[in-house]
């Protein structure tokens, strides 16, 4: 019993404690909310104060926005004015100048027609045309002042010529100077000395003249033995071949074995000597004018040269001194002495090959020089030293002078004298055909021409223009080396040079 009431108070207990906890939750809950609407309340009110804030100055901003915008549109609607005044100016002055173009033109008009008919009057009463009239006025002006201009031109002429001259001679004289190799002409016979005492031309000659033959036909060069009891010469328009030629017979005569299958090996022997013999002269040439950049194969063909001659001069020795000579003028004259030394170097390198292919040895030499990748400026130098291509570049006209200055000096080659003769009577037979001419003299070896005329039929003027006349026809039909000085001998003297 006991138990059951403890029980039920305990249950009214627990429901008291309950209602009690209940009571205080709701209360803080009520509190809770209370304050959150206050909150939210206190928020909504900063907020629409901010708003009203924001949108006041918006407002405003729009406001100056608008004053802004409509002092613009006033200053565009004055400048719009102003402009359309302007356009009524222009447009009243386009029209004023169009007025006066007109009336220019019909003044032009009138004018052009005013000079016709006074030209056509003036033709008229002349009884000339206007083409008459001006040639008639020029043939005029030429007699009054004919011997004047004759004068100006000469003293003109003359004064260039000789500034001209005594620069070039300063630079030529300047350079020979400087150059001191010696000038030794090329002997072109080759001579094989033979051992004093036994029989070393038999030998050489062979049973039957088999050995003899053998050698001939190895090398291509004929010998002559009847001609000097101690020694043998070798004939041949090849000079490579007589120098392989000499070199063999000295080895056989030095084995003094001499039979067909000896002489075979000594001739092979001696082409691999002269080759080296030629590579050499080549190195030689080209350290000795400081060209060192240039291909094998060139170098090999320069030392060729070396057994080439024109009119007695070796072709090679004459390449190496005129290199000098070109590249000391160039230095003298500013300009490239580099390509200008190569493309002297190098100007008859096609004579080392001119005997087995077909061509002037100007074109081959362009030829070899592209296929080796030569620089186009020395190929531009070389070509033209002997005029068969135009003078393209100023270090050509330099490697022409050089080229010139080389074969032309004192014993550097030889003529024949028939051909001398011959040339200098062609000379004066061309220029005596000019009308007005009474005597010609070639003198200095047929490099001066002096021309006598009769005064009567050549004037101051007329002596002028039969100097040039005569230089043209001897540079047209006459060939010749170097350059021939034109003197035409009346009064004065007018000088003139063909090239």
């Known amino acids: 019993m006991t138990l059951v009431i403890g029980a039920i108070i305990g249950y009214f207990v627990r429901r008291w404690f309950g209602a009690v906890k209940q009571n205080t939750l709701e209360?803080?809950?009520?509190?809770?909310?209370?304050a959150a609407e206050i909150e939210a309340k206190k928020v909504v009110l900063e907020a629409k104060e901010k708003a009203t804030t924001i949108l006041s100055n918006i407002q405003e901003e729009e406001k100056e926005q608008k004053k802004e915008f409509r002092k613009q549109e006033e200053r565009?609607?004055?400048?719009?004015?102003?402009?359309?005044?302007?356009?009524?100016?222009?447009?009243?002055?386009?029209?004023?100048y169009e007025t006066r173009l007109k009336e220019i033109d019909r003044k032009n008009e009138e004018i052009e027609e005013l000079n016709q008919k006074t030209l056509q009057e003036l033709e008229?009463?002349?009884?000339?045309?206007?083409?008459?009239?001006?040639?008639?006025?020029?043939?005029?002006?030429?007699?009054?002042?004919?011997?004047?201009?004759?004068?100006?031109?000469?003293?003109m002429e003359k004064g260039r010529k000789e500034e001209i001259e005594k620069k070039g001679r300063e630079i030529v004289t300047s350079a020979i100077q400087r150059y001191t190799r010696g000038y030794i002409g090329d002997i072109t016979t080759?001579?094989?000395?033979?051992?004093?005492?036994?029989?070393?031309?038999?030998?050489?000659?062979?049973?039957?003249?088999?050995?003899?033959?053998?050698?001939?036909?190895l090398t291509g060069v004929e010998l002559i033995v009847d001609e000097a009891p101690d020694s043998i010469i070798l004939?041949?328009?090849?000079?490579?071949?007589?120098?392989?030629?000499?070199?063999?017979?000295?080895?056989?005569?030095?084995?003094?074995?001499?039979?067909?299958?000896?002489?075979?090996?000594?001739?092979?022997?001696?082409?691999?000597?002269?080759?080296?013999?030629?590579?050499?002269?080549g190195e030689d040439a080209a350290y000795d004018v400081g060209i060192l950049d240039l291909p094998e194969e060139i170098v090999h063909l320069l030392g060729k040269l070396k057994y080439r001659t024109s009119y007695g001069q070796n072709v090679l020795e004459h390449s190496v001194e005129m290199t000098h000579i070109a590249?000391?003028?160039?230095?003298?004259?500013?300009?490239?002495?580099?390509?200008?030394?190569?493309?002297?170097?190098?100007?008859?390198?096609?004579?080392?090959?001119?005997?087995?292919?077909?061509?002037?040895?100007v074109e081959l030499g362009r030829k070899i020089l592209k296929k080796y990748g030569i620089d186009e400026k020395v190929i531009k130098g070389m070509e033209a030293h002997h005029e068969d291509?135009?003078?393209?570049?100023?270090?050509?006209?330099?490697?022409?002078?050089?080229?010139?200055?080389?074969?032309?000096?004192?014993?550097?080659?030889?003529?024949?004298?028939?051909?001398?003769?011959?040339?200098?009577?062609?000379?004066?037979?061309?220029?005596?055909?000019?009308?007005?001419?009474?005597?010609?003299?070639?003198?200095?070896?047929?490099?001066?021409?002096?021309?006598?005329?009769?005064?009567?039929?050549?004037?101051?003027?007329g002596s002028l223009q039969l100097a040039k006349k005569i230089a043209n026809k001897l540079q047209s039909d006459v060939q010749y080396p170097g350059e021939i000085k034109v003197t035409v001998v009346r009064e004065v003297r007018a000088v003139e040079y063909a090239r």
């Open 76 to 96: 565009l609607l004055r400048r719009e004015d102003s402009l359309d005044k302007e356009k009524g100016k222009l447009d009243e002055k386009a029209e004023g």
């Open 327 to 361: 590249g000391m003028i160039a230095s003298e004259l500013g300009l490239d002495v580099e390509i200008t030394k190569k493309a002297a170097l190098v100007h008859d390198i096609g004579k080392a090959i001119d005997h087995d292919v077909e061509g002037t040895h």
């Open 190 to 217: 080759s001579v094989v000395s033979l051992p004093e005492g036994g029989d070393m031309k038999g030998k050489i000659i062979g049973r039957e003249g088999r050995n003899i033959r053998t050698f001939e036909r």
């Open 235 to 281: 004939s041949s328009f090849d000079p490579l071949r007589r120098e392989l030629a000499k070199i063999a017979l000295e080895k056989l005569i030095e084995d003094g074995r001499i039979q067909p299958a000896k002489i075979e090996e000594k001739v092979e022997e001696a082409r691999e000597e002269l080759d080296k013999y030629v590579k050499k002269a």
């Open 27 to 34: 209360g803080k809950i009520r509190e809770s909310l209370s």
């Open 124 to 155: 008229r009463v002349a009884g000339l045309n206007k083409g008459e009239a001006k040639e008639q006025l020029l043939e005029e002006v030429e007699r009054e002042y004919k011997d004047e201009l004759s004068k100006k031109l000469v003293d």
């Open 389 to 461: 291509y135009p003078f393209s570049t100023p270090e050509s006209y330099i490697v022409a002078a050089a080229d010139i200055i080389s074969a032309a000096r004192p014993g550097a080659r030889r003529d024949t004298i028939e051909k001398y003769l011959k040339r200098l009577e062609e000379i004066e037979k061309v220029v005596k055909g000019f009308e007005g001419v009474t005597k010609v003299y070639a003198v200095s070896a047929g490099r001066e021409v002096r021309v006598f005329v009769v005064p009567e039929k050549v004037d101051d003027f």
